[in-house]
């Protein structure tokens, strides 16, 4: 079968104020009737209200969805598609982060498959996915504007990917600067180390390329010089771009590079813990690098140049994987200001379970180093030190 390696299927439409538009691209596709995808949560941001102002340009009515969670359920999923037919709504709007925009695929997924859902899960089932589906990002961070899967959680809190041959992309991004500007200072740090996670694993991961890596390493520097000013200060439009931009890259990288066991166990310890996505993955980002170096040196070796580590062009594979690992800490810890692990209730007693779950997680595939049970209970005894 025919593996193209560079392409792109998402129209993006970028800027400071491109939310407005929101009810010219709604004609322009021939939606009559939206359903927007929320949370909570993001009603009390007040960016719903610019969603309704874009989509009220062009007199386009909306349902508003608003029941989805962190760690999305499959359940939600199937709740807003419930409504989404008696409202007989012919679009779908997602809009916040990473949990809005992937509920909005799954219920994009069930306007054109037939239920339930849980069967498309890990490629078990191919599923088809037509138009109509539009991104707004609120955060910098998860890139599903930009990728081609799914992450949704099952009746027992377990990460289920949902990725076909033919990608369950959304049509239509709108990606635009000025709504990440309220982002607090840990969420921004949580969503952009969630970024610097898709960019690095796919770098580093089985499937990476040369187009991969052309964009990863810029993606990867934009985020190291971007991320602390944007945690900083909350109103800096330069670091914003730049931060929503990169969040974009490394999502649209997921194509191709996916990620590896970094996400693998990240998103476990999510489920098991309740552990927001971008967090739980930054939690395990440092020590998945330094298991990786024996296998990637050059790779690993890279990104600790762009955190500022000096190399001798002597080091072990280890070695580099160590210092690479502690610029990353300090990264994440000092100049991020990521919350401790321990900040989550969390039970050492389901440690060995969920080692087990991320050796035999989908994304272990791409992982340059086979990483057997042991090594993933090493790596989360680590994480909890």
Request: with cysteine.
């Amino acid at each position: 079968m025919l593996n193209f390696q560079f392409y792109e299927k998402v129209k993006v439409l970028y800027g400071s104020g491109a939310v407005g538009q929101l009810g010219e691209l709604a004609k322009h596709i021939g939606g009559t009737k939206a359903l927007i995808v929320s949370d909570p949560g993001m009603n009390a941001t007040g960016v719903i209200e610019k969603i309704i102002s874009g989509l009220a340009n062009e007199n386009i009515p909306y349902v508003l969805f608003d029941e989805n969670e962190p760690n999305p359920p499959i359940a939600a999923c199937e709740k807003a598609y419930e409504i989404l037919k008696e409202e007989k709504c012919d679009f779908i709007i997602g809009v916040g982060g990473g949990s809005n925009m992937d509920c909005a695929k799954g219920v994009n997924i069930l306007r054109f498959n037939p239920a339930p859902l849980i069967q498309y899960a890990n490629g078990a089932k191919h599923f088809d996915v037509g138009n109509g589906l539009i991104m707004i990002p609120t955060t910098a961070g998860t890139g599903s504007e930009m990728s081609d899967g799914s992450i949704l959680s099952d009746e027992n809190h377990i990460k289920q990917n949902f990725i076909s041959d033919q990608g369950a992309f959304a049509e239509f991004a709108i990606v635009d600067p000025d709504l990440m500007l309220g982002m607090p200072p840990k969420l921004t740090a949580s969503t952009g180390l969630d970024a610097l996670a898709h960019a690095i694993e796919s770098y580093m991961g089985t499937l990476t390329n040369e187009f991969i890596q052309f964009q990863a390493e810029k993606a990867i520097d934009e985020i190291f010089e971007y991320l602390p000013r944007a945690v900083e200060n909350g109103q800096d439009m330069e670091a914003r771009k730049k931060m929503a931009v990169a969040a974009s890259v490394a999502g649209y990288l997921l194509i191709y590079g996916h990620t590896c066991a970094g996400h693998s166990i990240g998103q476990t310890l999510g489920g098991y813990f309740n552990i927001p996505h971008g967090t739980a993955c930054a939690y395990a980002l440092p020590w998945v690098c330094e298991f990786n170096a024996p296998a990637v040196p050059d790779f690993i070796r890279r990104i600790g140049q762009s955190l500022g580590v000096k190399f001798s062009g002597n080091e072990t594979p280890e070695e580099i994987g160590a210092m690479t690992r502690d610029a990353l800490l300090k990264f994440r810890d000092e100049e991020c200001k990521l919350v401790d692990i321990k900040t989550f209730p969390y039970d050492e007693s389901k440690f060995d379970e969920i080692a087990q779950v991320c050796a035999d997680e989908f994304f272990q595939q791409f992982n340059p180093r086979k990483m057997t049970k042991d090594d993933c209970l090493g790596i989360l005894k680590k994480m909890y030190e």
